[in-house]
Every structure is written in C-alpha cells, then in structure tokens.
C-alpha cells in the first residue's frame, strides 16, 4: 500500500459536513492521508497519523479544493466559431444554426485530429483543476460520426454523452421524423458501445419536448442514463420532461417558470447552470437564488464548445456564478465539485470525505474564495487526480 500524507493544508475545502457543520466541511490548518489514491483520512495538522506514511507533500499553507467535476462539456469537434462570437458581441443573436458548420468541420476531420484537438482540451481543464470530465458527440449526427465521437470521447472519460439529438441536420431538414429514426434506431445501436449518459437538445431550432421523450425513452431502454439540454434558448417543456423522466440533470436552465421551479423541487433532478454560454452569447444570466431557495441541486459547468461557451476554465465560471448569478462563494464552489458529482450520479469524485478518489488542487491563495475574487488569475498551482500528480 502506497500511503501520502499531505500536510501543512492552510485551508482544506473536503466538502464534508461532518468537519465544520456546512457543506464545505472546511479544516483551517490541515491535513488528509492517501492511501491507493483514495483519502483515508482528513483532519487537523497536530492529529495526522504518523507512522506508516512513505511520502508527506508540504502544502505550504496553502489551499486545497476537490478537483472540478465538469458535468457538461463537447469536446469533439473541429474548427471555431470566433467570426460568429464576434458578430454576436456586435448585436447578434445566438442561434442553433451555428452548430451546423461544426458539423460540417467535424465531419471532414480525420479521428487523429478530433482526437487531438480534444487532447488539448482535457489537458486545459486539467490544468485549471478540473479532474472529472463528460464529454458529448452531437457533432457528427451520422451513425459514423457519432460513433467515432464517442469511441473518442472513451478514450479520455468514463462519462461519454450520446447526443446524436444535438439539431436534426440539414441533409433532414426535409424530414425530421426520419432524423429521429435514425438516432433511435441505428444511431442509438452504434453508440451504445461507448456511451453512458444519453441527452437530447430540447429547445427552439432544437428537438421538440415530444421528440426528446421519444429519444430519451430509447436510449434508456438500451440501459443508458438520461440528462438533457433544457430552456438555454427560451421556456419550454425541457425542465418538466426531465423530472418526468427521472433525468439525473437538466441543463442550462436559463429561463425557468414557477412550475418549472416546483417540479424539480420536488424531484432529485440537479439544474446544471452554464455561465460560460451566457457569457459567451451575451444572454441575461439565470438566477441561482430561486433554485436554492426550493432546495434544488445545483451544478455548474463550463458546457466548453466552439459555439456557445469555449471555455474550459471552471475558476472562470465560478467567478462569474459569483459575480452575476447570486452564487455564495461557497455555493459556487460546491457546485463546481459536489454539484457535478451529482449531476453525474457520483459519490466518488467531488469531495475529500473518506473513500472518495484523490482528486484535489492546491491553490497558490489563502482562501477558496480567491477563486472569483481574484478572476482570471491563474491560482491553481499543482492539480491530482487519484492520488498522482497530473499538474
Ligand atoms: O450546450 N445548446 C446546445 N448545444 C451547445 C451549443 C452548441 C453550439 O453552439 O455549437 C450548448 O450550448
Ligand atoms: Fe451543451
């Protein structure tokens, strides 16, 4: 057995209640013990265990967070979008429509260039602490192309997304219902292999809330779980279709009614919130404080695409979380870990409670509340994941 002690911890955020009574569970001046990349341990400085311990990491005071569970991004595409930011941050609107030239990209692209072009995109959000990732197709929206998406996205993540229900693409603009076959059927077939999470983007220029029931359903008779894309673009049925389905997350969420409000209180359905796409589509921020206000989970995420939100920057959504949504610094941060923990049906990552994987960041600041105080410095000094030094 391989044990670490990491010590002279100035601040531990573990998530753990039991430390401190809040959701943070903080530790002022601590330390927490590895064993096989798992915590074994986590307490104060003058109570660590001493003996057995083969390595001992000094934290030089600083602070150390769970690792970022990233529980929404697309990383497999080719190409950018920067000429369509730009016209955006001149006046225009966000569409869907944009999402076909990626198709078009990602299409022509050879599986070594998605491939690497995804590479460095996991290596970014590594290296700005985030150290559990999902990762969507919806960029190839042919059975080759999903598939090759996902066969991908496996090689990087555990948590693979089929969204073969991303737009019905122009070459079934004709007939839709067709498009919805063929995800349901032979799409679905091809994507099974390497595929965990199904999800369908249910939204004006998108699928309709029926269709998204339809393919949703099919995906989980095929033994995948569902989440979904629901109310980014306007109101609509997404939010009650999702707690109807029992979906572990519904996503964007960025305009939502009373009754959207009460169904998913009364349901264990986390509202993902994406700032980065209301950032980077110049759109009105949700605001958190009538999910939390109704006891719903929250979960933030970067939603990293070329369309909407190219960010793999997690600090980055928190500081804005922070700074627009009404998030506490406390929330925000929760959300980033425990949140999409949660939103991915995880117990594992997310958190520094015993048992949990190694997955942490020492930040080079006193408190995690630099974390959106001080935005877009890089505070993010060493990253681990299951107990080996990534960073
Ligand atoms: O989550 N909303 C749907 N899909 C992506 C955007 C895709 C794109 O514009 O390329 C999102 O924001
Ligand atoms: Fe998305």
Request: glycine share 8%.
């Amino acid at each position: 057995m391989t044990s670490t002690l990491v010590h002279n911890i100035g601040q531990l955020v573990t998530n753990d209640p039991e430390h401190d009574g809040t959701k943070l569970g903080l530790i002022e001046r601590a330390s927490f013990l590895i064993e096989d990349g798992v915590i074994a341990w986590a307490g104060p400085d003058d109570q660590a265990p001493i003996h057995h311990i083969k390595k001992k990491i000094d934290a030089q005071g600083k602070t150390i967070i769970p690792g970022f569970v990233d529980s929404h991004t697309h990383m497999i595409f080719a190409g950018d979008r920067s000429k369509e930011f730009r016209a955006r941050m001149l006046g225009e609107s966000y569409t869907s429509g944009g999402i076909a030239l990626t198709v078009e990209k990602t299409r022509a692209a050879s599986d070594e260039a998605l491939r690497s072009n995804a590479k460095s995109l996991f290596v970014e959000a590594h290296a700005s602490g985030t150290t559990t990732i999902e990762c969507k197709s919806g960029y190839g929206l042919t059975v080759e192309d999903e598939r090759r998406s996902l066969e991908i996205a496996r090689g990087f993540t555990e948590e693979t997304t089929f969204l073969g229900a991303h737009v019905v693409p122009v070459e079934y603009k004709k007939n839709p219902k067709d498009y919805v076959d063929l995800v349901c059927g032979p799409m679905l077939e091809a994507a099974l292999p390497f595929s965990k999470w199904i999800d369908v983007f249910c939204d004006k220029g998108a699928f309709s809330a029926e269709d998204a029931r339809t393919i949703l359903k099919a995906g989980m008779a095929r033994g995948l779980l569902p989440r979904l894309h629901a109310n980014q673009i306007q109101e609509g049925q997404g939010v009650r279709l999702g707690v109807e389905l029992g979906v572990a997350s519904v996503d964007h969420v960025s305009h939502v009614s009373e009754k959207d409000i009460e169904a998913l209180s009364t349901s264990s359905t986390v509202a993902t919130l994406l700032p980065g796409a209301e950032f980077s589509t110049l759109s009105k921020y949700p605001d958190v404080r009538p999910l939390l206000e109704a006891s719903i989970k929250v979960a933030l995420a970067s939603d990293c695409n070329p369309g909407s939100s190219y960010t793999t920057n997690m600090p980055f959504v928190i500081a804005i979380a922070v700074r627009e949504m009404h998030f506490s610094p406390e929330q925000a941060l929760w959300s980033a870990t425990m949140g999409g923990a949660k939103a991915l049906l995880r117990d594992d990552v997310g958190h520094l409670g015993e048992g949990a994987r190694a997955d942490f960041s020492i930040l080079s600041a006193d408190s995690y509340i630099h974390l959106a105080y001080r935005p877009g410095v890089n505070l993010v000094e060493q990253v681990w994941r299951d107990g080996l030094k990534i960073k």
